[in-house]
């Protein structure tokens, strides 16, 4: 019990001084209030800068936000090999956050059997040929 303790009393002393960051935390708690609908609404945020200045602290402390008021959030590192790679990252993140995506996971899976299969007609000597 006493750790438990000493860990969320070290969390809130970390967020209380969390410095630098209050203006993108502000601009992110507001957009949460908008409704999704709105012309001025904003569904990507995108965070880049030198190692070391607290953008990981930081998009923390945003899906944080979004956890709160029960609204959904991703993140994505920049290293993606390319788009379905980052379609892959979005809906395992959405999915651990309880968003049913059957309909995308079949046509996922329909995607990954035809690439299969394209690349296995694409190789010499598969089928006894070549």
Not at 83 to 95: K, Y
């Amino acid at each position: 019990r006493g750790s438990v303790g000493r860990r969320e009393r070290l969390r809130r002393r970390q967020r209380e001084h969390f410095v630098g960051r209050r203006g993108e935390l502000a601009v992110f708690e507001a957009n949460l209030r908008r409704d999704p609908g709105a012309d001025d609404y904003e569904f990507v945020f995108h965070v880049r800068g030198q190692a070391g200045v607290g953008k990981s602290t930081l998009v923390r402390r945003w899906r944080g936000q979004a956890e709160e008021r029960g609204a959904l959030c991703v993140l994505l590192a920049d290293e993606m090999p390319g788009p379905v790679a980052v379609m892959t990252a979005i809906a395992r993140d959405l999915s651990r956050q309880g968003a049913e995506l059957r309909e995308f996971d079949k046509r996922l899976e329909t995607y990954w059997q035809r690439r299969r299969e394209a690349e296995s007609a694409a190789l010499p000597g598969v089928d006894g040929e070549g």
